[in-house]
Every structure is written in C-alpha cells, then in structure tokens.
C-alpha cells in the first residue's frame, strides 16, 4: 500500500511540475542512400545556400519545414544563432544575389516523404515523425 501511494506522488509530481511543454527534439534527414556524415557546420552552410552539392556531385536540395512550426524554431536556434544579421535580412540580401532559400514544405510527414523520394534532399522533422524510409544525419534536442 506504501508502494502505491509513494508511486502516486511521484507520477503526480511529474505531471504537475512538467510546467510548460518541452521544444520537440528535431533530426536532420537525409535518403538512406546517402551513406556518409554530415556534420552541424555543414547542415548550416547547406541551409545558407553556401554548398549546393553533395560529395558525389549531385545538387542538395534541402527543405524547411513552414515558418513558425516548433520544429523550425528548434532547428534554426542551434544552426542560425550566431548569425551576424538576422536571418530574414540574410536571405533579403541573397535574394537580390539571385541566391533563392530552400523550399518550404507544411508537415513533418511531407518533408519525410520528400526526402525519402529524393536521394539529394535532406530535411528535418520533429524526432517523433521520424520512419525507417529516412535516415539521421544530426539531432537536435
């Protein structure tokens, strides 16, 4: 009875001391295909339009998710944070360069579908919609 009651407050008080809900842990993606690594640094100069080609020789077409979403929010705090200028300026400035952003896709499941269909994307997604049809590249938490 002791048993029960002590796991009672401890389920208790880790619901009420859970306080607001948590950032999702988000992971990069990438076509299982595609073998080899990809560090932080070169997730951000793949998302900066500063490399556009996978080792191979094949073009990166990498894919936001909708501007807003938790997952975006996450994945750009831990890329984009020590950017100079904001990055909404960056890509005014690349605009005019002729340098255009990646594309913008509305859920998780189509950014997955994206890049499981595309052996040159690479995305990312809230860690929990993630499948076997992709593969993990980088996690951010």
């Avoid at 997952?71 to 950017?83: P, Q, S, T």
């Avoid at 005014?92 to 859920?107: C, D, I, K």
Wanted: charged content about 25%; some cysteine.
């Amino acid at each position: 009875m002791l048993a029960r009651l002590a796991l009672w407050i401890v389920l208790l008080g880790g619901v009420a001391g859970s306080g607001e809900p948590q950032p999702p842990s988000v992971v990069v993606i990438v076509h299982p295909s595609h073998m080899g690594a990809v560090s932080r640094e070169e997730v951000r100069t793949i998302y900066l339009r500063q490399r556009r080609f996978w080792d191979d020789g094949q073009a990166i077409l990498p894919v936001n998710r909708e501007y807003g979403c938790e997952a975006r929010k996450v994945f750009e705090a831990n890329l984009f944070k020590d950017l100079k200028v904001p990055l909404s300026r960056y890509w005014n400035e690349q605009y005019f360069l002729g340098v255009l952003p990646p594309a913008t896709l509305a859920s998780d499941s189509a950014v997955r579908q994206y890049v499981a269909a595309r052996p040159d994307a690479i995305g990312y997604i809230d860690a929990r919609n993630l499948d076997a049809s992709v593969r993990v590249v980088l996690r951010f938490d």
